[in-house]
Structure formats: structure tokens, C-alpha cells
């Protein structure tokens, strides 16, 4: 396994293996690495021909009063991960490499930016999408792995991809949880014992709202006060329920939604969230149609 610290080697490497017809399959990372990773991370390897992990605590996507300071840095054992996942390169460049003094472009994406996470982080989705974008134009990925636990995260980013004509393919990887059903999150570590256990209530919930789905229940108002009972008395952030490809927030349950929540559990924001796929109900005129094609056959 190579760990590379500078842009210009990155990308050298990479344009060799892109001469040479293999596919780059990219996991961009802020380190602190955990199971949810390492299942990004075996996608990658087992469906490319060169895998790349960064490491980089981007500080464009923390606020001052955030925790880009602390962030937890475990970078011998991510590396020792990484390598036992069987992978190629690990790119981990320096933050003066990537922002120089006098750096000055940012990238925004209108519209899925604005809610949910935006409205206590209004920084974050900015700072993601910027170094995202200058990662990629680094390790010329062809296909970039990501999480759905930052749900909000991976619609930016496939809107980016698209409307920048980026060419890498992103794939959305389903949440991975603890046994006891708490989604993995690299900010897990801050949590006292007691919060641990208050946490679990997040995923209760969910498991609650899946159940309700399931047996038909369509109205959003609903679905968000179970949730919100079932956490009670965590601080919630948010919970909403929105379309999932658009982030709009829905009053029903039709095509693809996310139910998601946030959570501040002391000095740590736990988010977490369910995707459901109405199953669709054929109209009255649709059946109509139906019957009389096997009524003339
Ligand atoms: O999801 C993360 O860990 C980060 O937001 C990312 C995508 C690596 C950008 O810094």
C-alpha cells in the first residue's frame, strides 16, 4: 500500500493507471476510520482495479466553534485498516497543499444545500463539496463511494457530479450499524456511556417509522411525531421527511423518501436516517386498462 502526501504524485499515479486502463474506485475519508468505512472501502477494492482511501480533516466544512481541532486523528491504525482491506493507495495530503494562502473557489450546490443539516452547519456543505471536487480532480476517480448515513451528503454529491460533468459514478452505500442498531459515526467516540445508551433511541425510532411504512402509513405529520416520541427526551435537531433524490420536504409518502433525523447528544451530533420506496399503487384508470387488455386478449 502507497501513502501519498502530495497532489502532484496523486495525481501522476493516477493518470498512469487511467493510460493503462484500469478503473480508480475513490473513498474520500476523514480518517478516525470505522466498520462503516471499511464497507466503502471493500466495495472499492472489490470492484475497481485501484483503490484510493483519503485522509483529510477538511477544514472548510467546520465552523469556528466546531471541532476541527479535536476531530479525532488515528492515522497509523486507519493506515494499518486500510492495508489489511487490501488497499492501494492512500492519499493523506497536507491542508496547506489543498488551501494555500490566497485560496479563493468554493463550490456550492443551490437548492439540497439548504436544509436539513445547513440550517445548524451552514458552512458544512459548501466546505464538502469543495474539497470533494478538488479530491476528485486529484485522484480522477471513476467510480467515488460514499455513506448513506450523510444521505444529505451523497444527494449534493451526486447532483455535483452531474451537473459539473465530473465523470465518476457515485455509489451510496447502505448504513452500517453497531449490533445494537446505533449507526457508525466516527463522532461516536464522544459519547459518555449514558449518552451511548440514550443514543440508541435514534435508531428505535427509525425501526418504529420503518415498522409504520410498512403497514401502509402514508402521511408525513404522523411518521415525524412517532419519531419524535420515541426519542423524546433527546434534544432532535431535526426530523423531517423529504423526498430523497431532492431533499424537498414532503407532506406524503410517494416515490423514494428519507426519513432523517439530528440529534446533539452532548459534544456530539448524531444523525441518522431511513430511505423507503413507496411501492407503487396502480390508479383506477391504470387497473381500468389493464382489465380491458385482458378482457380483448
Ligand atoms: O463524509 C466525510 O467524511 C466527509 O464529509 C468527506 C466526504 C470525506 C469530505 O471531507
Redesign the pocket.
Known amino acids: 500500500m502507497k501513502i501519498i502526501r502530495d497532489k502532484e504524485s496523486m495525481r501522476a499515479l493516477a493518470i498512469t493507471e487511467k493510460a493503462a486502463g484500469r478503473r480508480i474506485g475513490f473513498v474520500?475519508?476523514?480518517g478516525a476510520l470505522h466498520e462503516g468505512h471499511a464497507s466503502l472501502v471493500r466495495a472499492a477494492v472489490a470492484q475497481d482495479d485501484v483503490s484510493v482511501v483519503?485522509i483529510?480533516v477538511?477544514p472548510t466544512?467546520f465552523a469556528p466553534h466546531e471541532d476541527l481541532d479535536t476531530y479525532p486523528r488515528t492515522f497509523e491504525a486507519d493506515c494499518a485498516l486500510l492495508e489489511e482491506l487490501g488497499v492501494d493507495v492512500v492519499y493523506a495530503p497536507e491542508r496547506a497543499s489543498l488551501y494555500p494562502d490566497g485560496y479563493a473557489t468554493y463550490v456550492t450546490v443551490e437548492g439540497l444545500s439548504e436544509g436539513l443539516c445547513s440550517l445548524s452547519r451552514p458552512h458544512f456543505f459548501r466546505?464538502?463539496a469543495t474539497?470533494?471536487t478538488k479530491l476528485f480532480a486529484t485522484v480522477l476517480p471513476d467510480r467515488a463511494y460514499?455513506?448513506q448515513k450523510?444521505a444529505q451528503?451523497c444527494a449534493i454529491i451526486k447532483r455535483m457530479a452531474t451537473d459539473l460533468d465530473l465523470g465518476v459514478e457515485i455509489i451510496e452505500m447502505p448504513i452500517v450499524r453497531e449490533p445494537d442498531g446505533l449507526a457508525m459515526s466516527s463522532r461516536n467516540r464522544y459519547l459518555s456511556e449514558s449518552e451511548r445508551h440514550e443514543a440508541l433511541r435514534i435508531s428505535a425510532a427509525l425501526r418504529k417509522a420503518e415498522a409504520l411504512l410498512a403497514a401502509g402509513e402514508r402521511d408525513a405529520a404522523t411518521l415525524l411525531r412517532r419519531v419524535r416520541t420515541e426519542m423524546a427526551p433527546l434534544p432532535v435537531d431535526y426530523a423531517v421527511l423529504v423526498d430523497a433524490a431532492t431533499i424537498a420536504p414532503v407532506t406524503r409518502v410517494e416515490g423514494e423518501v428519507l426519513l432523517a433525523v439530528a440529534v446533539n447528544m452532548g459534544s456530539a451530533r448524531l444523525i441518522d436516517n431511513i430511505k423507503y420506496k413507496a411501492p407503487v399503487t396502480p390508479s383506477a384508470s391504470d387497473r381500468l386498462k389493464s382489465e380491458e387488455s385482458v378482457s380483448c386478449c
Do not use: A, C, L
Request: charged content about 5%; glycine content about 14%; overall charge negative.
Open positions: 474520500p475519508t476523514m483519503s483529510f477538511n466544512q466546505g464538502v474539497v470533494v460514499f455513506g450523510d451528503q
